[in-house]
């Protein structure tokens, strides 16, 4: 268990572990309807103000009408961007007609996905490109080396997989270096433990998608409420403190496009859970 605060992602960049996803930015969701965009760009200004110095994007994360884009107004509101702001975002996954998505299992299609993301951030370099990958049998080398290609000519500086087993990993690995692993996991789904102790023995970070559910798994558990009645906090940071502790590697990514959720996510930050606590919510 650790109760540190940040992380050195892949062994050069300092960061907070608990960051910003924005996935919500666009629309309250990963589709929907255009969001305010002015009030997407104050949520990102308010989350660098409270100390967040990762977020969590993709340039496939837009609103149904294509209207707003995260990688769009990301720029906006940031750029110029501090010097140590973190950008990740994901390639895999494109958008089609009707705002469904489709994964590419093409090498040679990820080069415009990268370049793209650099356009859309206004970056020269991405901080950390996830592979995002689709069924957990397909082989993840040939698009691993696209990507390791591309950090070798400066396009990328740290590489990630995202929806990944440890065979993946361990696949990867004889690629190029892996700086983190991006599943779905979170206190009342824990399927990923394998993966974790994977990260755990040589480093790499593990950030959870979906970190308080998603809309995928319900948070809603008698354990979370008993602690965070303890702590006087809510269930979402009780669910993220826990994130926290669970393991030294481990980052928090919650995403949201209001304020007023925003500032209670990141004082989970300050919540210290007891060995009662883990005992309980083990």
């Not at 960061?15 to 104050?42: H, K, V």
């Not at 974790?196 to 950030?207: K, P, R, S, T």
Request: charge should be negative.
């Amino acid at each position: 268990m650790s109760n540190q605060n940040t992380f050195l992602l892949g062994g050069d960049l300092p960061i907070r572990r608990l960051g910003y996803g924005a996935m919500r930015l666009a629309a309250n969701g990963f589709s929907g309807p255009a969001r305010d965009a002015e009030t997407s760009r104050e949520v990102l200004r308010q989350a660098i103000a409270a100390g967040v110095d990762h977020i969590d994007t993709a340039d496939f994360y837009v609103s149904d009408d294509g209207a707003l884009s995260a990688n769009t107004l990301i720029r906006e509101a940031l750029h110029p961007y501090r010097d140590d702001l973190v950008i990740a975002t994901k390639v895999g996954p494109q958008r089609t007609p009707g705002g469904g998505v489709e994964m590419t299992t093409d090498p040679s299609a990820l080069r415009q996905m990268v370049e793209t993301n650099l356009e859309n951030l206004g970056l020269e370099r991405l901080d950390l490109v996830y592979l995002r990958l689709g069924a957990p049998e397909e082989s993840a080398a040939a698009r691993f080396e696209a990507l390791a290609a591309m950090r070798d000519e400066g396009l990328i500086r740290h590489l990630g997989l995202s929806n990944a087993g440890t065979a993946h990993l361990h696949e990867a690995l004889t690629v190029a270096p892996v700086a983190a692993v991006q599943n779905h996991f979170v206190a009342t789904q824990r399927d990923d433990l394998e993966v974790l102790a994977a990260c755990e023995e040589v480093g790499i970070a593990f950030v959870p998608f979906f970190p308080l559910g998603g809309g995928f798994s319900d948070i809603t558990d008698d354990r979370l409420t008993t602690v965070a009645a303890r702590h006087e906090a809510t269930t979402a940071q009780i669910a993220l403190a826990w994130l926290l502790a669970r393991s030294p590697v481990t980052l928090a990514i919650p995403g949201t496009g209001s304020p007023a959720h925003l500032a209670e996510n990141m004082a989970a930050d300050a919540i210290t859970l007891t060995a009662e606590d883990l005992a309980d919510l083990a």
